[in-house]
C-alpha cells in the first residue's frame, strides 16, 4: 500500500548537489534487501517464521499490535504528566498509534473494540467528544456485551451534560450486562429508577 502512495512521488535531499531518487528506485532499493524479504515474509505469516505460529491463536492482525502497545505506553505517559503541554503531546502521541492500530485491524479481528475503547478514550483526554463518542459506539456495536465502551460513552455525554442520551446508553448497557455495577450506578445517576432494565435476553441458570 505504502508504494501505491508514493508511485508519483520524487524524494530530495537539499545537499549541494541536489539528488532526486524516484519512488521506483526506492522500491528496488529496499525490497531486494534481504532484511526487507524477511520482514516482508513475516507479515506474510509465512510458516518457516517463529512468528507466523501466532497468527492461528491471536488472528492475522495480531503483527500490528505493537502499534496498540505503544499508544497504551503514551496514554501512561499522559496520566502521569504534570503539565497540559506534555500532558497533550503524550495524547498526541498515543492517538497516532491507536489510529494506525484501529486501522490495520480488520472487521473481524477480536481486539478491534478494545482498540477502538482505546482510543477513543485518547480523543476524550484531547477533548475530541465527538470523535470519541463515534468509536465508543463503534466498539459497542462491534461487541454489545463490552462494558468498557458503554462506560466511555456514557463520560462522553456526562462531559457534554446530556443527561437522557447518558440514561440511554446506561439503559441499553444493563439490557445487555445486567449485573454490571457501574452501569446501575449510571443508570441511577442519571435519573433512572429501580427496577433496572430487564435483560434484552433470558440469562442462563448459574
Known sequence: AFWGIVDDMEVDWGTDSTITITARDLRS???DSPLTKGALAKLKLDPRYTEAAFAPRFGE??????????GLKWANRARQSVDRRTRAGNLGMAKGEDQYAARAAGAGFWMRPQIYVELGH???GLGELGEAGRLFAEAIGASP?????YL?????????ESRAAALEVATAGLRQIPDAQP????????????????????????
Do not use: T
Open 29 to 31: 532499493i529496499f525490497l
Open 122 to 124: 485518547v480523543h476524550l
Open 152 to 160: 466511555g460513552l456514557i463520560d462522553v455525554h456526562r462531559r457534554s
Open 183 to 206: 452501569l446501575q450506578k449510571a443508570y441511577l445517576e442519571f435519573g433512572g429508577n429501580k427496577p433496572f432494565p430487564a435483560p434484552a435476553r433470558a440469562q442462563a441458570p448459574r
Open 61 to 70: 492482525y495480531w503483527i500490528h499490535l505493537h502499534h496498540y502497545c505503544h
Open 145 to 149: 456485551g463490552y462494558l468498557a465502551a
